[in-house]
């Protein structure tokens, strides 16, 4: 009877890692899209370089760093190296050149707390975001996309964090909950804390790759392909990662003492970083750190209201994958 009780576990686990599989592969873009994405950059770097030859574009955030889900918007960065430019000016008259050629909905919001152009494409219907100058955005996608390469179960996890996040509404930085940038940043620690590790610490390993953007210097070990089967000796699935981090976050991350640091690989304590009282706004009631940025808490968005929600929502996962008999769809109702 105890066997037959254990392989109907097993089928069950099979099952759910089947489950969170199907999402993971339902979600990813199609060949297409990607194409799609890729032909429409493309057409503004011909607008763009009309008017201003030096300048380069790049694509950042989850349209280039691998954690971006079918029909996203896309984040592109100008940049420009010439120092007496005024933000608002360029961002005006690239705006005009958009419209110019036929391109929607364009605006531009010079006063935004990151200024920016949005604006649509009729032909393919993708939406866009133009920002100025945005350097270290685009680096820390690289890093993103960089780690994304080691191990697929990161890509797997987050792919199902992110849509957990949107479909309970707590991915909203306005409401005072984290940003995607953040739920990946959550993710990669995670899987860097596993034992054995399914993750290395690039920033702890020799540099192949260093850039000094705005005065910080950013370096890491970028060949990842060198890295290729560093998680093989852990043999965790997606099922278990997804309860093990929610668990995590419901239950044992240390929110009074604790920031999570991807740079260094570990936890490190508040009090090291006189993250311990709140500083205007930023109230550090749950950490984490930006690699780069390192003065940056992602969390300072999050306030003593939406802290709680923040919670209950990591408590409410944890135990549906702890007792639901079919988690898989618990997990995403909508709230
Ligand atoms: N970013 C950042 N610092 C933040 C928030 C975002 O540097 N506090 C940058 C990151 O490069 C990130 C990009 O802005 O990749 C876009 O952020 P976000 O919209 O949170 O992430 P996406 O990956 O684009 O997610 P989504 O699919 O939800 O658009
Ligand atoms: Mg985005």
Not at 81 to 108: G, P, R, T, W
Not at 235 to 254: C, G, M, P, S
């Amino acid at each position: 009877r105890m066997l037959k009780r254990q392989m109907q576990c097993r089928l069950d686990i099979d099952r759910l890692n089947a489950a969170f599989l199907a999402i993971y592969e339902s979600l990813v873009p199609p060949e297409e899209e990607t194409a799609k994405q890729k032909q429409f950059f493309m057409l503004l770097e011909k607008l763009v370089s009309k008017e201003w030859p030096e300048a380069r574009l790049y694509l950042y955030g989850s349209c280039a760093n691998s954690f971006g889900v079918s029909k996203s918007d896309i984040d592109v960065c100008l940049t420009i190296e010439d120092a007496e430019i005024k933000k608002s000016e360029v961002l005006l008259k690239l705006a005009d050149i958009l419209q110019a050629d036929n391109l929607q909905n364009v605006q531009a919001l010079t006063r935004a707390r990151v200024p920016i152009v949005k604006l649509m494409d009729p032909v393919t219907g993708i939406s866009c975001d133009i920002c100025l100058n945005n350097v270290l955005a685009v680096v820390n996608t690289k890093l993103l996309r960089d780690y994304a390469q080691i191990d697929v179960r990161l890509r797997q996890l987050a792919f199902v964090v992110k849509h957990w996040a949107k479909s309970r509404g707590v991915n909203a930085t306005y409401q005072g909950t984290l940003s995607s940038y953040a739920y990946v940043l959550m993710c990669i620690h995670f899987l860097q804390q596993r034992r054995p590790a399914i993750l290395p610490c690039l920033q702890e390993m020799g540099t192949t790759y260093s850039a000094i953007v705005d005065d910080i210097r950013c370096a890491y070990f970028d060949q990842v392909e060198k890295l290729r089967g560093f998680g093989s000796r852990n043999k965790e699935t997606i099922a278990q990662l997804v309860w093990a981090f929610f668990n995590y976050w419901a239950y044992r991350h240390d929110y009074a003492n604790g920031v999570i640091s991807v740079r260094t690989g570990s936890i490190i304590s508040k009090r090291e970083k006189d993250w311990t009282r709140r500083i205007g706004n930023d109230r550090h009631l749950i950490c984490i750190e930006d690699p780069f940025e390192i003065s940056h808490d992602l969390g300072r968005v999050v306030d003593k209201f939406s802290i709680k929600v923040l919670r209950e929502e990591f408590e409410r996962a944890a135990d549906i994958m702890q007792y639901d008999p079919n988690p898989c769809v618990t997990l995403f109702e909508p709230y």
